[in-house]
């Protein structure tokens, strides 16, 4: 084969590539051992038998594809609040954050996104600010679209100040399969709207706390898109 006639197959392959990486998301890196370890099995359930080794590296495909990682565009105008998950709203009330934010008592407006186990479960930053408070607190496996999940459930609460001071509060709420929350930033670090920042394995629920005058732009029962979905937006000033 002459060079001429390698350049178009070269350049058809890397089409090809970059195709499949558009359709097919990335894995969250702490995914990783668990895909894995179920390739490992399916290996060896392969040599006991080839119906077994199909089935192996189905669950394997599955268990990488609950932990992928889609590209999101987040939307860039200021003052708006996107979605931290990809998930259900269950519930848009009045509550209290969680009190060992050690915030100001007062009521907030609580909007809960429900993530069943085949949603995208990675947690994207509502807001871009910084993290002025990372707490984790233990608790029970309650089912996560139960509204007193939000008080009794382990979670791990962010608090987030925009530039312009404003304080967004992001809580990631274990469920009743869900038994690892994963948060990769602390204290002090800066977050980008839109960019992951965690993870909740297997089922979930996120709720975002932001200022009662804020305007609300989603209804129970609504999808939404971590990262691209408008939740609210914060009032002027």
């Known amino acids: 084969m002459t060079e001429s006639q390698k350049a178009p197959d070269s350049g058809r392959l890397a089409h090809l590539i970059a195709l499949t990486r558009s359709v097919v998301p990335p894995m969250h890196p702490a995914g990783r051992p668990f895909a894995l370890g179920a390739a490992g099995v399916a290996l060896l359930l392969r040599r006991v038998s080839r119906r077994l080794g199909v089935v192996g590296f189905l669950l394997a495909g599955a268990v990488a594809w609950f932990f992928r990682e889609p590209k999101r565009v987040a939307p860039t ?13 269950s519930h848009v009330v009045l509550a209290e954050p969680p009190a060992e934010l050690g915030l100001p008592a ?3 407006l609580r909007i809960s996104v429900f993530l069943s186990v085949f949603d995208v479960h990675v947690q994207r930053a509502p807001v871009s600010g910084v993290v002025t408070r990372a707490v984790y607190k ?8 139960l509204d007193k999940a939000s008080e009794d459930n382990e979670r791990n609460s962010l608090l987030l100040t925009t530039e312009n001071g404003t304080d967004i509060v992001v809580v990631q ?3 009743l399969i869900a038994r690892r929350i ?22 979930s629920r996120v709720d975002i706390y932001v200022p009662v005058d804020s305007k609300v732009l989603v209804e129970p029962g609504q999808r939404t898109i971590g990262g691209e979905t408008v939740l609210a937006e914060l009032p002027e000033g």
């Not at 708006?80 to 990809?86: N, P, Q, R």
């Not at 233990?138 to 679209?145: C, Q, T, V």
């Not at 800066?190 to 909740?200: F, N, P, R, S």
Request: proline share 2%.
């Open 77 to 89: 105008r200021t003052g708006l609040v996107v979605s931290a998950a990809d998930g259900a709203v």
């Open 106 to 108: 007062g009521e907030r």
């Open 138 to 145: 233990p608790g029970k496996f309650l089912s996560a679209d």
């Open 173 to 175: 709420i274990a469920g």
């Open 182 to 203: 994963v948060c990769q930033v602390a204290e002090g670090d800066k977050v980008t709207v839109g960019d992951t920042y965690g993870l909740i394995r297997f089922g």
